[in-house]
């Protein structure tokens, strides 16, 4: 009898003349199922390992006083900034509306809007990125946040900043990216003057961040010298705190 | 018949790519059906069971993690292919190219196939990188993203990247297995 050489498995079934053996096929389906399945449920786990690592790379790349390039006023695109919140638009009364800014400071702030303006103003012409994945080409105009917080004289103490919003939205940022020269207070969109939905009177705008870390209708600035407990509305869900870009 | 034997290295550095390339292929599809890149919100979205993470910050979660992981495998891998000189033999090369063009020996032009397909796979998963950081620093690494002509270039070819790697991976694995049978898919998994 001679041996068979055309057939070194020794597995005798039709395994071999199928395309993807229907056994193999079936295994790496259903592992990668499970994985698939245990693996989401372990992502809080995941992102607890691997989050103070990305942190520290990316405050580490941030470069406090470096310009991000702008673009030119015909890149920007009006219908691509989608209008995200998560509670919908406050009413708010433009002429009761004051900016308060406080906690670490020497000198805290009251400020309404005509206050605000008569600051000077700055124009940029910047990409809003979305943690969603979708990006948006757009004009803001307002006052450095920087030149803000400079008359409310900060406290040596002083290395976060927490926003708080007319529709209970929060925030909280490292100092550095709030006082890097293209973080706004924004009250002009595309130059037009901001709209209610997008956050008027007055909203965040920075290309060093993530459009979460954007808040709208900013109705309060604290600096402080610790983060607490709660840093943010979607950072306590579990997005990361830092979201650099 | 002899065996094919593949050196540990290899075997590592195969598991870890096929691992760590699932991990970030299913978490990138959680990231990618928050908004869908063609289309946006009323766009395609992709099967939610195929999604790692359960939820956007939890495709993140599992994306920015493994890419360590996916990234470093990749580097010393090159490493070790550079200083064995691995590359010299190990993958495609002119011979192959020739043999492909002018060749009369079939088993000679399959093997070139399969030497081709797998040395692809390479750039492939280098592009995913470099993509991949422009979208994640865009500001820092503005010159990627400029380098694609804007963002929204940037994301297709991040995303298409996707298809494309994994039709080149099941070309792979049926070459292979044409190539070697069996045999030679158990060396680079098992023995």
Redesign the interface.
């Known amino acids: 009898m001679e041996p068979n050489q055309n057939k070194?498995?020794l597995?005798l079934e039709s395994d071999?003349t199928d395309?993807v053996p229907r056994r193999r096929f079936l295994n790496l389906a259903g592992a990668?199922?499970l994985?698939?399945g245990f693996?989401?449920?372990a992502?809080?786990f995941?992102?607890a390992?691997?989050?103070p690592?990305?942190q520290q790379v990316?405050s580490l790349?941030?470069?406090p006083q470096k310009l991000?390039?702008e673009l030119p006023i015909a890149a920007i695109e009006p219908d691509k900034l989608i209008i995200n919140s998560f509670r919908g638009t406050p009413p708010i009364d433009l002429a009761s509306y004051r900016l308060i800014i406080d906690g670490a400071v020497d000198n805290p702030l009251s400020l309404s809007m005509s206050d605000v303006q008569k600051l000077p103003f700055t124009s940029m012409v910047i990409?809003h990125?979305?943690?969603?994945?979708?990006?948006a080409i757009v004009q803001w105009g307002g006052v450095r946040l920087r030149d803000l917080i400079a008359i409310a004289k900060p406290s040596t103490q002083a290395k976060y900043v927490y926003f708080y919003s007319a529709d209970g939205y929060y925030e909280s940022w490292d100092l550095d990216s709030v006082m890097h020269p293209q973080t706004l207070m924004a009250y002009q969109k595309n130059s037009q003057p901001l709209e209610a939905a997008n956050g008027a009177p007055l909203r965040l705008a920075s290309?060093?961040k993530l459009g979460y870390k954007l808040s709208k209708w900013v109705t309060r600035i604290e600096l402080t010298s610790e983060l607490g407990e709660k840093q943010g509305y979607?950072e306590d869900?579990?997005?990361?705190w830092y979201a650099?870009? | 018949?002899r065996s094919p034997i593949q050196s540990p290295s290899t075997k590592v550095f195969h598991w870890v790519s096929l691992v760590s390339l699932?991990?970030m292929i299913?978490s990138g599809l959680q990231?990618?059906n928050?908004?869908p890149?063609f289309g946006?919100r009323e766009g395609l979205h992709l099967p939610a069971?195929?999604?790692?993470?359960?939820w956007?910050?939890?495709?993140?979660?599992?994306h920015?993690?493994t890419m360590?992981i996916f990234v470093l495998n990749l580097l010393w891998y090159g490493v070790y292919v550079l200083l064995t000189r691995h590359w010299q033999h190990r993958y495609v090369s002119g011979k192959d190219v020739k043999a492909l063009l002018v060749g009369q020996n079939l088993k000679r032009k399959n093997y070139a196939w399969h030497r081709l397909v797998y040395t692809l796979l390479i750039p492939m998963l280098l592009l995913s990188i470099f993509t991949g950081i422009g979208?994640y620093?865009?500001?820092?690494f503005?010159w990627i993203?400029d380098s694609f002509g804007g963002?929204e270039a940037l994301?297709i070819t991040h995303f298409m990247a996707v298809p494309i790697t994994l039709i080149l991976a099941g070309l792979h694995s049926?070459l292979g297995r044409k190539v070697g049978?069996?045999?030679l898919l158990d060396s680079m998994f098992w023995d």
Not at chain 1, 237 to 240: A, I, M, R, T
Not at chain 2, 49 to 54: D, E, S
Not at chain 2, 137 to 140: D, S, T
Request: a negative charge; hydrophobic letters at 45%; aromatic letters at 14%.
């Open positions: 070194p498995d597995d071999d395309l990668g199922l994985t698939i693996g989401s449920l992502e809080g995941v992102g390992v691997s989050e690592l990305n990316e790349i941030f470069q991000v390039p990409r990125v979305c943690v969603e994945g979708w990006a290309p060093v979607w869900l579990g997005y990361e650099g870009l | 018949m699932f991990l299913t990231i990618y928050a908004n890149v946006g069971i195929l999604g790692l993470g359960g956007l910050a939890g495709g993140r979660h599992w920015f993690a360590w979208m620093k865009p500001a820092q503005y993203v963002w994301r049926q049978g069996d045999r």
